[in-house]
Structures are given as structure tokens and as C-alpha cells.
């Protein structure tokens, strides 16, 4: 007989992912990641119901700057619609564009869960199905 789902090292070496990431969600302050790539910009915005990833050109920063810092002043841009995932942009005086996409933030959790669960799953049948084999090999 297998063990209990509950009692296998798969469930419990995936909890700390889970809760990490609940605990992002739910207690890390709004938060910008930037990174300047040769003139180009990447940033992780972590607000409380949303996710964005940001990337744009600009011309006058150095490659490999690395920031991080707290932000306030966008939570007005970002609306809570019902949007899963999406993708906009906004274009600045002079051309320069900001491309977004956007994310709820329980996306990256559920995502994990199911990535998780379903290897879980899967193992927990491959022991089964292998235990039934042995035990008609046996039986014969």
C-alpha cells in the first residue's frame, strides 16, 4: 500500500514555494525591480493585486544597474478590473514607449499549486500502478 498523498515528500517539499509565495502576496509592501540591460529596461512591479513586468528603451542608462525601491505614485494607473493577464502600453512625450503586461497576483500561486499538485498526482499513481504490477507478479 502507498502512503497518504499528505505524507509524501513531494507535498511537503512544495509547501515552502506555496507559502513564499502567499506571503509575497499578501504582506510584501509595493515594490519596484529594475534592471538596465544595454539601454534597455526590465522591472518587476509588485503592487498588491497586481503583478507587472515592464520593459522599455532607454538610451541614457548604463548596463547593469540594478534598483530596487518603493512605489507609490502608479497604483492609480493600475486598475483591479478583471483582467487574468494583460497587455498594454503607454507612449511618452518624445516617442519612448513602456510596454506592460500585467497580471493578477494569485495567477503566480495558483500557477505553482498546479505545477505542483499535478507531478504530485501523477507520482502518487505511478507507486500505485507499480505496487498493483508487483503484487499480480507476486500473485501469479
Not at 509595493?30 to 538610451?59: C, H, I, K, M, Q
Not at 507612449?91 to 500585467?102: A, C, E, L, N, R
Request: charged share 20%; with cysteine.
Amino acid at each position: 500500500m502507498i502512503r497518504p498523498w499528505y505524507r509524501s515528500r513531494l507535498f511537503w517539499l512544495g509547501i515552502p514555494g506555496l507559502m513564499f509565495l502567499m506571503w509575497l502576496w499578501w504582506f510584501f509592501p509595493p515594490r519596484v525591480f529594475s534592471l538596465d540591460v544595454n539601454g534597455r529596461t526590465y522591472e518587476v512591479r509588485a503592487f498588491r493585486f497586481v503583478v507587472e513586468f515592464t520593459w522599455s528603451e532607454y538610451p541614457h542608462t548604463k548596463t547593469g544597474d540594478v534598483a530596487v525601491f518603493p512605489i507609490e505614485e502608479e497604483m492609480d494607473r493600475l486598475e483591479t478590473g478583471d483582467h487574468l493577464l494583460k497587455r498594454d502600453f503607454q507612449v511618452w512625450p518624445g516617442g519612448h514607449q513602456i510596454d506592460y503586461v500585467s497580471m493578477r497576483a494569485w495567477l503566480p500561486c495558483a500557477v505553482y499549486a498546479v505545477c505542483w499538485l499535478i507531478p504530485l498526482s501523477l507520482w502518487q499513481r505511478r507507486k500505485a500502478r507499480l505496487i498493483r504490477r508487483a503484487a499480480a507478479i507476486a500473485g501469479s
